[in-house]
């Protein structure tokens, strides 16, 4: 599976004459590759639109389940999505963020329903793609959700065992050869601190740092919803990511829809604009306001928010 030869033999006999660069290697971990290997009795035109069509399904599916609001409100939120260019550039590309942003949501619903272990096990699904929810379950451990993350751990185990054994110790060589020379990539970085900071040791301290205060927020906002503790795990995935294209970004949509379900200030509501535009224009713009205005808002989440003062009138002692 991850052997680069074979990997360039196939990509030869499916689009012969285009060049085999970073961007066509498989770097998914094992259980993508399982997912996806039925759809290749079908050729690879019908694979990849009855991929889409499973992307779609997915997101649709994620906004009934997560998005907060009622009536017309709820569906401005599948307009916004379905028109958001990381969302549409990831479809184009065949990515499985839609699945995890369904796993994501299905579990905090499951979460949500008193059923944390299986709620854990859900999240655990994710290893599809890691690297976007990467943080949440020990946002989730740190903040006391400790049931949740067994179930994370269990699923995520046991996947890894069957990988191990599925792809053999040759196989463990290749992959991490593969992570090893994606880390050099620039484009793989390109949307992470490395871009502004550079890709050597200064970078990773950034994102060690970041880590290092959504643990801290997540400790702090322990008494939070778990919403808002699920859309911080997201966030500190997004902002300490050592490897993130734009693409990826496409799974903040389920942060946003619970960020809004845990009734924030209008002005941090108004700030997901920001966010939205930055991320649409980030060809154009660089990734550097982007990178702020996911700062801003990661913020935002792991600063305990404020109980409401008490108004209720009291009468004078007498």
Known sequence: MYSLDLQHQL???LRPGVRFGDGERFLSPPPLAWLVAPLTLVGPTLAFYVWLALSVVALVAAWWLGAPGTGRLRYLWLLGAIGWYPVLYSLSLGQPAMLVLLVVIGCWCLAESDK???AGAVLGLSVLKPQLTIAVPFVL???G???ITAGWA????LLAIASLLVVGTQGVSDYRSLLAEAQTVVNNRFFTWAYVVGPGPVSY?????VIAVGLVGAYANRQASLA??????LLTSAVSATYWHLQDFAILLGAAWLFGRDEPPRWQQAWLVVVAVTAELAWPLGPLPVLVSLAVWFAMLAI???PAPDRTPRLAAT
């Open 11 to 13: 990509f030869s006999q």
């Open 154 to 157: 269990a699923t995520t185990g």
């Open 116 to 118: 944390p272990y299986l």
């Open 205 to 209: 301290v950034i994102e060690g740092l």
């Open 145 to 147: 959700r400790w049931r």
């Open 304 to 306: 305990p928010r404020r």
């Open 141 to 143: 451990l740190t903040s």
């Open 228 to 233: 808002r503790l699920i859309a911080l795990g």
